[in-house]
């Protein structure tokens, strides 16, 4: 069998331009395509990676902002709960303190209602004693109560103790206003001129002296002077009178309080 080479180079030249043409316009493009495909998928890779970082981040970022409202939101309600607490202890104590205020006032004006109806009862008593003793001494004796209340005074000056009589004399010489004697009473000339006797001899000196009518004191007589003062009054009965039954009405509140 004969080889024709020509025909064998025809077709080796054919077959050289068809892979040249195959290569040039078929498989390069394919080639370029799968290239540009393959950058393409790379970049969309690359893309999803990063957007999956941000998302990432994005999402650990919106969990510390919300670990930090969490914390925030924690932290205000635990201080809402301490100042409503403070707020109620407060509210609290000022109810406690107006609760007793208002006992303490409510105790204050049983008490000076207490001393009120004493006072009233001590001065009604004062005046009821000084009336029977008027009576008594009126009927028992020619002079009167105030004349024997003139007396008794006259005679507590001249016993005084040797310390008020020098206080008092000190403060008779050092006053330049006369001292004034008051007493429950109007006194009689007569009555007036012994107790001037009696202030006289007492402070071996002429003692001047204001007479004034006071009826508060409750059949009493005193003399006051440059801060100074001397004084008899049936009042210092009733008054010791009165101390002794309050400590017996104590005494006897003692024991009830313990049964209560």
Known sequence: MLIDWFTVGAQALNFIILVWLLKRFLYQPILNAVDAREKKVAA?????????????????????????????????????????????????????????????????????????????LSQRTQKEVFAIARKALTDLAAASLEE?????????LRLLDVKTKENLGSALKAGSAPAILRSAFD??????????????????????????????????IELTTNGHKVAWSIADYLASLEEGVGELLKAKDVPEQKVK
């Open 44 to 120: 969309e890779l690359a893309d999803a990676d990063s957007k999956k970082a941000e998302a990432k981040r994005e999402r650990d970022e919106f969990q510390r902002k919300n670990d930090e409202f969490e914390q925030h939101r924690t932290a205000l309600f635990a201080k809402a709960t301490e100042e409503a607490r403070a707020e109620g202890q407060r509210l609290r104590e000022e109810a406690r303190k107006a609760a007793e205020l208002e006992t303490a006032k409510r105790q204050e004006g049983l008490r000076n209602e207490a001393n009120n109806l004493n006072r009233a």
């Open 187 to 220: 006194l009689a000339p007569a009555q007036r001129a012994a107790l001037q006797q009696a202030l006289n001899e007492t402070f071996s000196a002429e003692v001047r002296v204001r007479f004034e009518t006071a009826p508060d004191l409750v059949a009493g």
């Open 148 to 156: 024997r209340m003139s007396d008794v005074f006259c005679r507590r």
